[in-house]
């Protein structure tokens, strides 16, 4: 899918993401330890990994919401701050949900943006399959439609970057097909995305590059075909497999 | 306590069947306390919300100084105004003392940290769980005030009665500055103190009881305001 | 419009409901409102100095002198008297019921330990009470002496709670009405008379002193008109205040 | 799969769970419309749907934490109670953690069931691979991780009828395995498992029979075979495809 | 105002001599607020807890109830437990009157309905997130409670506080069945109503600036054990 972005080259500086020595630390642990990592300026890049991995956590740096006990992230060769949090966006693997109804919560995050135009909303809603909710106190959504509603702020934000948390996790099958040709758009349009997701096959289908991180650190990042075709790394290997790593502490096989 | 019954029913009857200066004393109360539970939400409400979103050096000394300032005394906030009012104090040519504007303004004073300490608490609990999507949103302080304001504007109904309970009960600081003037400044409050000093304990108990009753309807519109309000959007 | 004027009093004159007798008929007569503020002696004084009044009216004359020779006042004027009594429960276990001479009663109750309720706030009763123990060469003081520490009827209040005597001025103790089984036990005492005094506050230093609206009011408690008023007041049948103003003092004022 | 229950015919009639005429209203909206159901005794039955089918209001009506509008749900021929919830857990859709630490969390859970040996929370924790994390305050909990003390807990307390709501949308693949494989073992044991999944691969690995709801309404109960093979409605085979049914409002592709 | 700040500073330096009268007010004046906090928590929050988790016909009728009571008027508490505890009363023979007991109860009373109002507001915005795993688990109310009260317990803090200022500043019930008697019953706020009474303004606000004091001591000290505890499991 990389010949996608050929068209966009000159815009390759802005999109310019990057962190060094990246360590996130709490009491002694190292949840996030000493990570460097170059995104490809366009396209989709995945981060994939086990359970507690620490995907969620990096997420959180790369966006800036969490301070990095050392090291630091750079977009567009500048630190992060909150005017950068204007151009990105981020939808969280729980969403947070405003006692708001669903049209007040979409509206309340595109206001942020400056987009007070209640048409704009409307269409973001319709986007992601919520026509007809508008009115609906959000936090009674089920699930999956709350998940949307997420979806719809982050996208209907028109980001430069968009950090997605497994955003299709509790989709339908059908939806999850509709999410994904979104996000192909978005970033066809482009848009940066940064995603995890705990679905392999997803992750095929939408990424250019992916990024396999274990116990807070990079452990390969490769182009998606190869990958998926042949990990370099035996931890890779086997979480592509569904196997778990002997090394670690998952679920005893009963 | 038999005799102290039939006392007060006695006393219930007489206040029932109102004359005018009784319903001009209810009529102060109401307009001294909920005025002054208008002002302070409106100071605290802001403060608490301020306290609840942000993060900065010296933020957990506030909160320990406001938690503090709920234990302000009446007396000495009675004090504070009455000293500034007076005739012989700074602002005493603006000739408050000895008016409900006067009480207002040491009741606002006495309940402000109130409300800012326990709506900060709430708000608190709120933003916490708010706080990464609204950084996330890049939003700067004012937003995050208005949006957990809002949000939390059921619980926060809570911290409003309660000071408005505060100021309808409270007296020493009402008559310090009000100076329990009859036709003037004389509230519930100011009555009932009077009327113990003077030993008509039942008639004293008969307003206590009157004035709980207020408060009871005051409550009790406003749990009905916030329950047929529309909670759509709520939950 | 604003025809109004503030009284600093004590709360024994409020609480007697002399006001309520007295105001109506000044105010029909001259248009002339006032307003009664009644706080302790001492505090109605102190309020006075800072000019929150346009005339005292309370008794303790040596405090009243020297707010007249410090300059706050214009000058004092007798206007009324009434006397102490020392009431008791009807048990009356010190035995002092009936007495008349007062030195003679407080060492009774001194030597009987008989629960004795002062309200040791400086006030002019209080000062009162305690020129009479000194009078009869009694130090106050020990378990059987409570210091009350408030006004009149609070301090009434607590003695009829815990049995114990209290000296009160006749107006407060026959309009009180929390008397439980108490009785009058010593009365009748020159030494236990009380002189209330009139005094306008000075406009000189005062400049927010209604001087004519205040000296009107002066001048009609004085009047014939004033002090029959005074006389006339009665609770349960019985008169409180005896007016005894002096017809010459208004010349030496005047 | 069904083989594996022919062993414990004998308690057919213990987990027998059906429903008659259940109707989930707020407002106007019927969000659950008429529901009869009759559960298969033993296995897993496995409901699947759209994003607000009403699948998670469905779980919950049967395990009893709403009240139906109309109809009743009856478990061993009597309606639900608090009671009958101490034979039955469920793992919820977005987990309710407590502000304790994991093992905390986990040992209220089973201390509602008398289970009060800390052996036995250690061990649950093992099985769903969170050993090593019992002292964490699992509100900071990965959401994976989250997910997994939901189902120790649930899985810890033995349940006759364990309801699972999308119990592993957010786990890496090879904890997927291991908990279905702890899931297979518990029906194996006897416990009654309805759960609803968006994974496709899931269901069909799991699922004895399929259960497929659509709009507060039952479209088709069937065999797990036959369902996967060949869906009789329109609508199921349109939700195996991963298509969108046309008369529904959901994402526009674009 | 100027001369009355140096008078001010006369007095706070005056009271901080210490005599021993001082401190034992101070004493006292700790004791029945902690003592009233203390009890009143015991009882309003397992009351709020209970309001908070449970649904039953009329409960809105009491939380509306409860919130009123937040307006019970000091005085009128205290003639209440007055006219119980007084010798012609129907506990007079316990002898309570006019002891630090009596104003124990007369406050733990008043702040009772604070607290429980306060803490149903807390605990069930709190429970409204456990609500279903709690259902699912089965749980009994008693149960239900202790989770909620230990889940809150940080929340919860702030409404302890808000009683104990309450309690700390409160004179008109405490002056009734206390009887401000020196070196029995005198506590700070009497102390400052009786300097007030005495025209001793500046003493009465230095009295009232120690007060401040010791609440802020006392709000520091919950703050710093609250962050010196371990907050272990609790975010
Ligand atoms: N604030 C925190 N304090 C302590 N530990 C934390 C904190 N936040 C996260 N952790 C721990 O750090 C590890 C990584 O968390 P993270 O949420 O990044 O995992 P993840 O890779 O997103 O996992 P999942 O796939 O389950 O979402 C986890 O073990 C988690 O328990
Ligand atoms: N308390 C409520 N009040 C109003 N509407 C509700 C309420 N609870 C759920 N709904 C609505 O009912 C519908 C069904 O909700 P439910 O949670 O059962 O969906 P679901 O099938 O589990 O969907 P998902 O796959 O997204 O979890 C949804 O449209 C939801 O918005
Ligand atoms: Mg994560
Ligand atoms: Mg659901």
Redesign the interface.
């Known amino acids: 899918m990389l010949e996608r972005t050929g068209a966009m080259t000159g815009t390759v500086q802005r999109h310019a993401l990057y962190c060094r020595g990246l360590v996130y630390q ?1 009491g002694e642990r190292r949840l996030i330890d000493g990570i460097d990592l170059d995104f490809l300026p366009f396209g989709i890049s995945t981060i994939v ?4 991995a620490g ?2 956590l990096l997420l ?1 740096l790369l ?3 969490l301070e990095p006990s050392e090291g630091a992230v750079l977009w567009n060769g500048k630190p992060l701050s ?5 151009h ?3 939808v ?3 969403p ?1 949900i ?4 669903v049209l ?1 919560n979409l509206r ?2 595109l206001a ?1 943006r400056g987009i007070r135009d209640r048409k704009q909303a409307l269409a973001a809603l ?7 909710l508008e ?1 609906r ?9 709350k998940q ?1 509603l997420a979806l719809g702020q982050a996208i209907g934000c028109n980001p430069d970057v968009l950090f997605l ?2 955003a299709t ?11 994904e ?2 996000v192909l ?1 978005a970033s066809a349009e482009g848009t940066k995305v940064i995603m995890v997701t ?1 679905d ?1 096959g997803q992750a095929r289908r939408l990424s250019d590059e992916v990024i396999f991180i274990d116990q807070g650190r990079i452990l390969e990042q490769a182009p998606a075909g190869s990958f998926f075709a042949s990990p370099s790394t035996r931890h890779a290997a ?7 790593p002997e090394t670690h ?6 | 306590m038999q005799d102290f019954a039939s006392e007060l029913k006695g006393a219930l009857t007489q206040i029932l069947s109102m004359d005018s200066g009784f319903v001009e004393i209810i009529g102060l109360s109401l307009r001294v306390s909920l005025s002054a539970t208008a002002f302070s939400c409106l100071l605290g409400l802001v403060l608490g919300a301020f306290l609840a979103v942000s993060k900065f050096r010296g933020r957990q000394g506030c909160i320990i100084l406001l938690n503090a300032l709920m234990g302000l005394p009446p007396v000495v906030v009675g004090l504070f105004v009455y000293l500034n009012l007076s005739r012989a104090g700074p602002l005493g040519w603006l000739g408050l003392l000895y008016t409900p504007t006067a009480m207002i303004i040491a009741q606002t004073i006495l309940i402000t940290p109130i409300v800012a300490a326990l709506s900060r608490q709430v708000l608190e609990d709120l933003h916490d769980e708010y706080r990464e999507h609204f950084a996330s949103l890049g939003l700067g302080m004012p937003a995050q005030i208005r949006a957990v304001l809002w949000d939390g504007r059921y619980s926060l109904i809570t911290v409003a009665l309660a000071a408005f309970g505060r100021s309808v009960a409270e007296v020493g600081a009402v008559i310090i500055v009000g100076g329990n003037i009859e036709h003037l400044t004389r509230v519930m409050t100011t009555a009932i103190a009077l009327e113990t000093s003077k030993g008509n304990l039942s008639l004293a108990v008969a307003l206590g009881i009157v004035l709980l009753a207020i408060a009871l309807a005051v409550n009790a519109m406003v749990a009905s305001l916030r329950l047929s309000a529309s909670r759509l959007g709520y939950a | 419009q604003d025809k109004s004027i503030l009284v600093q009093s004590t709360t024994s004159t409020a609480n007697s409901g002399l006001y309520d007798h007295l105001l109506p008929m000044f105010t029909g007569k001259s248009g002339i409102t006032v307003n009664v503020v009644a706080v302790g002696t001492g505090q109605a004084i102190k309020n006075a100095q800072n000019c929150d009044a346009d005339v005292l009216l309370v008794h303790a004359k040596a405090s009243e002198e020297k707010f007249v020779s410090e300059g706050y006042g214009v000058q004092r004027f007798d206007l009324m008297y009434n006397d102490f009594v020392i009431v008791g429960p009807a048990a009356d276990p010190a035995g002092v019921k009936g007495m008349n001479d007062v030195k003679a009663a407080l060492t009774k109750l001194a030597e009987a330990k008989a629960p004795f309720a002062s309200r040791g706030d400086d006030s002019g009763t209080h000062k009162k009470e305690m020129s009479l123990w000194k009078a009869a060469g009694i130090e106050p003081g020990g378990e059987w002496y409570r210091s009350t520490g408030s006004g009149m009827g609070a301090t009434l209040n607590a003695g009829v709670g815990m049995g114990a005597y209290v000296m009160t001025d006749r107006a407060t103790w026959i309009s009180f009405g929390n008397k439980g089984d108490y009785e009058i036990a010593v009365e009748g005492d020159e030494a236990m008379f009380n002189q209330y005094g009139v005094i306008l506050v000075n406009p000189e230093k005062c400049s927010s002193v209604k001087q004519a609206e205040g000296q009107a009011f002066i001048d009609w408690l004085l009047s014939a008109e004033g002090q029959n008023a005074i006389r006339a007041y009665q609770v349960d049948g019985q008169q409180l205040f005896f007016p005894n103003a002096d017809p010459g003092q208004m010349k030496k004022a005047g």
Do not use: C, W
Not at chain 1, 49 to 52: A, D, Q, R, T
Not at chain 1, 169 to 179: E, G, Q
Not at chain 1, 238 to 244: D, V
């Open positions: 709490v990994g086990y359970n507690g995907k969620s959180r966006h800036g919401l909150a005017k950068a949090r204007h990105q966006a981020m969280f693997q729980k947070v405003l006692r708001r109804t007040d309340f995050a942020s319709e986007r992601v399959g919520l026509s007809g009115s106190p959000a936090r009674l959504l089920s699930g999956g439609e949307r948390d497994e996790a509790s989709l339908d099958p059908a939806s999850v097909h509709a999410i040709q979104i758009a705990h392999v086997a979480y592509l497999e569904g196997r778990l502490q998952h679920p005893s096989q009963n």
